[in-house]
């Protein structure tokens, strides 16, 4: 089974469609996983929640969404006002705004992302969190650090199983061996790699900010990456 793994999408609905194209998805076949993020700060909050739902329908257990530090603060925001704020600090207005565009309001959607979001998915080859891990069992990090936490990242400190992560954005995906160099490999499009045993694979690459989106193929022990450049077409040319 190819498994697709797609970084934060932050409403960028149109090349969320051309990214799906491009890597040619079949949702018969193949597993999709979301790291997380696919609302605030970009325009179409809506349109990509409505297309993640669509696939999750259509795919079941092999459409698979981790749940970002956005999907948390979404559904906290109603909990308490230090939540709202927060949430209003990171982005909230453009999801808001996206949702009344369409005569509809996020907090119908709540349960929705309650049910079907997870803090961390795990297979014999690699893993998925959000944002990062310190142990390399998910399930013993708390959960901070899986949506939050970028120290990790920034310092190249995880040497457990594979994990492939978004939530820090770089302008090109990169692996990280855990070794504390502040060298980073770099992870070219179209460019197929051995998928490595262990370590940090992180695919945000910034599409809201200007910069791509982009998925990782994992399949019959190797990866390729296919991103898609912000404003690029729907059929990710």
Known sequence: MRNLIIGDVHACFDELEGLLNRVNLNKKE???LFVGDLMDRGPKSYEVLSLVK???EKMGERCILIRGNHE???LNHVKSWSDKIQWEY???QATIDSFHAHGDDIKNHLDWITDNTVYYYQNE???CVHAGLYRKEPEKNDMNTMIWDR???RHNCYSGKLTIVGHTPFDV???LDGSGEKMVRVLETDHHYKLPEKGLICIDTGCVYGGALTALAIEDGGCCVYSVKAGEDRKGR
């Open 30 to 32: 193949d597993r999709l």
């Open 125 to 127: 080859n690699f893993q």
């Open 173 to 175: 995906p990169v692996y």
């Open 54 to 56: 669509f696939l999750k």
């Open 151 to 153: 120290y990790p990242v």
């Open 72 to 74: 948390e603060m979404c």
């Open 90 to 92: 990171n982005g909230s």
